[in-house]
Each structure stands twice: as structure tokens, then as C-alpha cells.
């Protein structure tokens, strides 16, 4: 049985929607600059931050404008809104689901809790309405009619992971359609958070150069809208042929030097779509731009691939690190690359890793020709997934 995407969206500081998002992508306009929207101690580290604030991200999802919903919902929102419009649902069919990743869930609203100076405002309280990562998925489903929702946080990987468990709940014909992805916002939790551990760049992230030396935050959503393949009527964007989960086990918040995690997702992945790792040709690779993280994707992709490694790129170099959206905003765009051929550039990248032979797509390349394309996500904890799409089927 096979599974077809039939809408997309997405939000990301490239821009609002799939084609301004592809337009960024091409053109490679560099959105990334300190924060304009988000109150913190680190705002001189350079963000991917999404051009609006929250009243304007409200009225762009023609909502009444409400301060205690949380941006991540607002995002998360107007990017399922694009999606659905774009597959022609109707969300409020009882065969209708939401998966939704994501790491921050209503954070950003939560962290106005606290003053400044650390002290609790305890009038502040009922801005916890909205903190936990199911509480958005809650809103959402409801702002859409939507009465089935699940909600994954299983942090960088978690977009990715809600785009199989969707293809999961299609195979097992618990829903007819799914409306899966990911969403995370910029807070103080996590560009504090990763800049204790030592992982933010000071200027843009450069993936898989030599010289990278962290990566950059960002936020935004990205969606896709699947159903079985043979109830499916008109056009479909690509077939989701192949998803695979794994957990190398090595470390909260590093992956094993030889990407073993990465490994057995990437390969469990392959299993299921029934097609040779020489098939594939693109990958849109995780590529955070820390030191230990493209070292092991590469360890990784030369263990599944040997020689043969297909064009490879990250796009987080505009992007940035979207956390929990990036599986889902990177599904997006290899949809968009294979249904267009097309490979994207790794931007940032300039000098070879000196411990492997292996680079990066340096040149943005249009009428390529091929049928099979994976996007890696890789998270913290371990938690790897990988999906495959094709042209075929």
C-alpha cells in the first residue's frame, strides 16, 4: 500500500509558504541576524528568526490576536492551514488526524513567568495553560476542526518521527488522511540551553565545512498532508515509500562518532521502501554544523553508501536549526526537490572535512534526474529517523 503526499506547508525565515520558501532556497537570501523578536542574554548569536511578530503571525492565521498563545502554536497553525488548502481537506471528517512534533511546545509564553532578574511573577500563572507540547497540539486541532491529534517530542527528530507515525496510522487504517509535521519557536530555554553546551556559532552555521563551529537556532513549521495511495483522486506531490526510527543509545546530547543511530535508521528506512541504497538521489541531510554531529552523519551515510554516496546537502545553513520543525520543513522541501529535480545547495560550505573525502552539493543543480530522495533528521538522546520519498509507485 502506498502512502501520497498531497498537500504542503511550511514557515520559516525564508518566508511564509512553499514557493517564497523555495524562492529563498534558490536565491539563497541569508535571513539570519540577531533576534527582533525574541527578549534574552544571548541575543548577540546570529537566529533564523520568522519576520513577524505575533500579533502579525495572528492575522495571517485570521485569528482575533490573543498575548497567552504561544508562537509555536501560531506557526504550527498557519502552516497546516497552508497544507490543508493545498491537499483540499476537510478537516473536520472524523478520518481526519493530526501528528504533530515539537520541542519547545508553549515555552516561549511560559518563560514570561519569570521577570528578568529570575524572580517568579506569580500573577503570572495562567500563562502555564499553554506550556505543554500536547497543549498546542490541542489548540491547533481545535482552531482546525480536527478531532484526532497526537503529539511526539522527541527533540530534533521529532517533525520527522510524526510524519511516520502518520504513515503508520494510514497503513493500519485508523485515519483516512493525516496532517504531520513539525513546529518549534525561537525561546530563551533553548538558545540558552545549547549555548551552555557550547554549540551555538557566532556567524551563520557552516555544515559540513571544516571550520563549522556550531550551529544556528532558527524556528518555524512544516507540513505535509498523506493519504493511501489508492484513494487518492488527482495529483499527488510524491509517494512517502520508506521511514525508519533508531537509537544509538551513546549520549544525551551527542551521536556515537561512527553515527550508528543514524545507520540503522537510514537502513531501516531503505528496508521499507524495497529499494538499493543506489536509488536514492538526494539527500537532505540533518547537518546541524556542530563539530560532532557531521562527523558522525558522514560516518554514517559512508556506512550505508560505501563510495557511492548521493548529492548531499543541509539546508539549515538558511534555515537554521529548526528543532522539532525540522523534520517536518525539510520533508517539504525533498518533496519539492524530487517533484522538481532539483538539489540544493549546502550553503556555508567552503573548505573539506580533512577526515573524509566527501563533499557537500557546492552548486545549486535544476533538471536532475531521479526517482528516490531521503531527508535525515537526527536528535538529541540518539533519536534518528530518516524518510524516503519517491517519484514511483
Known amino acids: 500500500m502506498g502512502i501520497a503526499v498531497t498537500g504542503l506547508g511550511v514557515v520559516s525565515a525564508l518566508g511564509f509558504g512553499t514557493e517564497a520558501n523555495l524562492h529563498g532556497l534558490g536565491q539563497e537570501r541569508m535571513p539570519i541576524a540577531p533576534a527582533a523578536q525574541l527578549a534574552g542574554s544571548h541575543l548577540s548569536f546570529p537566529v533564523a528568526e520568522v519576520p513577524a511578530s505575533n500579533r502579525q503571525l495572528s492575522e495571517r492565521a485570521a485569528l482575533r490576536f490573543h498575548p497567552n498563545v504561544p508562537r509555536t502554536a501560531l506557526l504550527g497553525l ?174 544525551q546530547t551527542g551521536t556515537s562518532p561512527e553515527g550508528r543511530g543514524a545507520r540503522m535508521a537510514m537502513e531501516a528506512a531503505l528496508r521499507k521502501a524495497g529499494v538499493e541504497p543506489n536509488k536514492i538521489g538526494y539527500i537532505n541531510a540533518h547537518g546541524t554544523a556542530t563539530p560532532t554531529n557531521d562527523a558522525s552523519e558522514v560516518a554514517a551515510m559512508l556506512a550505508v553508501f560505501g563510495g557511492e554516496v548521493p548529492p548531499f546537502s543541509s539546508t539549515k545553513g538558511l534555515t537554521g536549526h529548526t528543532l522539532g520543525a525540522a523534520g517536518g520543513i525539510e520533508a517539504v522541501f525533498t518533496v519539492k526537490a524530487l517533484q522538481q529535480g532539483y538539489r540544493y545547495r549546502n550553503t556555508g560550505f567552503s573548505v573539506p572535512m580533512p577526515e573524509v573525502d566527501l563533499r557537500p552539493i557546492t552548486q545549486q543543480a535544476c533538471g536532475c534526474k531521479y526517482s528516490y530522495a531521503m531527508s535525515n533528521s537526527f536528535g538529541f538522546g540518539g533519536n534518528c529517523t530518516s524518510l524516503i520519498f519517491s517519484m514511483e509507485g
Open 78 to 251: 498557519i502552516a497546516c492551514q497552508e497544507a490543508i488548502r493545498d491537499a483540499g481537506v476537510a478537516p473536520a471528517s472524523e478520518r481526519v488526524g493530526l501528528v504533530l512534533g515539537t520541542t519547545t511546545g508553549g515555552m516561549d509564553i511560559t518563560e514570561r513567568h519569570f521577570t528578568l532578574d529570575g524572580r517568579v511573577d506569580e500573577r503570572r500563572g495562567y500563562w502555564l495553560r499553554y506550556h505543554g507540547c500536547g497543549d498546542v497540539t490541542a489548540w491547533i486541532a481545535n482552531q482546525l476542526g480536527i478531532g484526532y491529534y497526537d503529539t511526539l517530542s522527541t527533540a530534533c527528530s521529532s517533525g520527522a518521527n510524526a510524519i511516520m507515525l502518520g504513515a503508520i496510522l494510514l497503513e493500519q487504517h485508523r485515519l483516512d488522511t493525516v496532517v504531520c509535521g513539525g513546529m518549534d519557536a525561537l525561546c530563551r530555554f533553548t538558545l540558552n540551553g545549547f549555548n551552555s553546551l557550547g554549540l551555538i556559532s557566532s556567524e551563520p552555521c557552516k555544515p559540513f565545512d571544516a571550520n563549522r563551529c556550531g550551529l544556528t537556532l532558527g524556528e518555524g513549521a512544516g507540513f505535509i498532508v498523506i493519504r493511501r495511495s489508492d484513494e487518492v483522486q488527482g495529483n499527488t506531490y510524491s509517494q512517502l515509500c520508506g521511514w525508519g526510527n533508531a537509537n544509538d543509545a551513546y549520549h
